[in-house]
């Protein structure tokens, strides 16, 4: 297979040459398992290792094991989405934005309507507006719940969390797949609007689901967060300051568990969240569990935004009947739209020069930007630390590669 | 926020030499742009990044745009002594404006909570003259994102600490996201066994159209 640094040595890099190499102490573990005295072992993870959540590879140079250099590798999903945007229609693009990150199509649907009707100053009836809240929260639920399952995964509690977490998500799902016809490429949001109004019934369905959701909250919390091993695995392991977070354009929940209140859904305040009363967690460490913590406690922060958004929902239209998406041709103009996605800033940066197709169509992925600073959080920890910041990241290989 | 004009009118002042120019967006958005001089260009993103009323120090997006070489025909009205008598004659004059590459980056505050502020670079041709200045010493979120337009539009930033091939594998030739690009009759066009397959490749993209149809574009001026 061809891939791009096959033969590239993972040792170049000028800020890998800068580092700083810790002296070994041969009193401790770490010291013990180092045997290559002063040399340095390449390794090629990935890209078809179960823990790196689809083809993504790293290419790490081992110090007995303990990492010292980390050059990440892409492009094996690669597609160029970009391109295929710039071919088709605007309305065309909508079923692909599932595809970027396919855990989450309903955020990536709504940050594509929201940057095609901030560039043609498209009006949202008030009811379609609260139907987006209610389903970018739900896939904030199943995004998270399935994160912690995966990351429970990859530390060794093989199968059992992440079949709990699965559970819910399927339970969610079946609301996507009544609502779109989907379980996971819903296609669901059109500028102007939503595609169908909910189903009978689904309305009842969806508040079981959000009542009930506590209560495995709250059995996962009491099964992990004070278990010794997750604690050791993860307390002190893949630390980020604030201020490297920020100047590295980290975003979502990895930025906020530096402690830096900056969540989308407060600043921007786009969609009609500023009528929801709900509160940004944020931590304090910058570690894997802090990061973990982060998703734990925003889902019950949904879950509060989900009850008052099912209590408002008003009745009305759910699409604003000016809009014609189909020869659709907004002016010309550029506009860039961004939301809070739930791995962090999902944005859209569209230029239009009056024709049916954009000009320019871009994705800002926020898992491939928060990959920026992988090295540096797993310089000085072992191998095996390796899997775990990787799936405390949360990643999704159709958005990292594109 | 200050308006586009105060920063403007700052920056000059703080960067010496420095020229700013603001790009006007037509769309409903209202998202003008500053055009930086490549010179300056990093000085002005380190003002944005450090200056206490502004603090831009989230560089949310960065991406590339390519506008490719086009003429422009217009009818002009132009006097003209025809068989003795000045008349005015219409006539077809065409303008030539040369393509260039963009990098378009989109700057917030964490800290002040305000943005964007969008801001431009362009190179002086689409061939050997494709060199901008990186931001990523002053914005490290750029890092793979410049080396994705590289990979992508072929843009070379100087003084990027990194800068490959990111997304395409690093035997690539061509720059996937331009918009003369054509791609490959076969994508297994390796010169090994291949050759006939490699010449067929070669006059599948031997013709480079020359797009038009960019005028009513925005980021023309």
Known sequence: MMSSGAERSAVEGPRSTALPVTPRDPSTALGMTARLEGELMEISMGPQHPSTHGVFRMNVALEGEVVR????????????????GENTSYLGSMPYTDRLDYFCSMTNNWAYALSVEKLAAIEVPERAEYLRVILAELTRLQNHASLLGFLLSDMGAWGTPLMYAFREREIILDLFESLSGSRMMCDYMRFGGCRCDLPPGWMERARKVVD????????????????????ARTQNVGRISGELAINAGITGPMLRACGVNYDLRKVDGYGFYPRFKFRVPLGDHGDCYDRLMMRVLEMRESIAILKQAMEQLPAGPIMNPKVKIRAFKPPAGEAYGRIEGPKGELGFYLISDGGPNPYRYRVRPPSFINLTVLEDLCLGHTVADVMVILGSIDIVMGEVDR | MESLEEIKARAEAAVPGARIDIVPNPGPANQPSLLLDNEHAA???????DDPALQLDHCSNATGVDWLDRTVSKKVKVKKVVEGEEKEVEETQEEFFPGYLEAVYHLYSMTHKHGPIVIRMRTA??????????LTPIYRSAEFQEREIFDLYGVRFEGHPDLRRILMWDEFEDYPMRKDYREPDDYEYEPTAHDDVLEKAKQHSSARPKLDGAEKLTAQS
């Open chain 2, 125 to 134: 041709d689409r061939a050997e003259g494709a060199r901008l200045p990186s």
């Open chain 1, 212 to 231: 009930a959701f506590p209560r495995f909250l709250d059995e996962f919390e009491r099964l992990i967060v004070s278990n010794e091993i997750l604690i």
């Open chain 2, 43 to 49: 000085a002005i993103a380190l003002f944005l990044r």
């Open chain 1, 69 to 84: 250099k980390l050059k990440p590798v892409f492009g094996y999903l690669h597609r160029n989405h970009e391109k295929i």
